[in-house]
């Protein structure tokens, strides 16, 4: 990576830490719905970026918001299985030498496959969230309920956020 990007993803991580901290913290529909803006400096990383890399940033992210949250490592646990399903994904789905895109983002990917990049890694970190926060069964409904609801009001953010900073390119 080159120190262009370095800044920039420290920018990233600074700014959407602090709009999740000290903005969406308190921002909760009746405890049903929490916006989760964080999960976007994980989603947009690089696609060279080594994966331990990636794992120890997750990690660091998580206990960050862990610090401020008071949730003793739920959030580092679900940003370390958000990397995990990140690395899947984009094995899965891309030829990671043939991609000359610096970063997963919409304007580069296009809106179906970040669109689905998205989902999937949103849904995964929201599930791990919050049966973790929650770690009962018996309250399963609630939990899907607060996961579903959380999900697409994360995935607005999310999609809200990647349309102003959007940048048309040739394909």
């Not at 964080?38 to 660091?60: C, M, S, T």
Request: with cysteine; net charge neutral; aromatic share 18%.
């Amino acid at each position: 990576m080159n120190s262009k990007l370095i800044i920039i993803n420290v920018i990233r991580w600074a700014i959407l830490l602090f709009v999740q901290i000290f903005l969406l913290k308190n921002m909760g529909f009746y405890d049903l719905s929490t916006p989760f803006i964080y999960v976007l400096f994980l989603l947009l990383l690089p696609f060279g970026i080594p994966n331990i890399l990636l794992y120890l940033l997750a990690f660091f992210t998580g206990l960050t918001l862990d610090a401020f949250y008071d949730t003793m490592g739920v959030h580092a646990t679900a940003c370390v299985v958000l990397a995990f399903v990140r690395i899947s994904f984009i094995s899965i789905s891309l030829n990671r030498d043939a991609i000359d895109d610096p970063e997963p983002s919409l304007s580069y990917m296009g809106f179906q496959w970040f669109s689905l990049y998205a989902f999937l890694c949103v849904v995964t970190h929201h599930l791990v969230l919050f049966f973790l926060e929650t770690f009962k069964l018996s309250e399963i409904g609630y939990t899907l309920m607060r996961c579903g609801l959380s999900c697409a009001f994360s995935l607005l953010l999310i999609f809200l956020v990647e349309s102003i900073f959007y940048k048309r390119t040739s394909r």
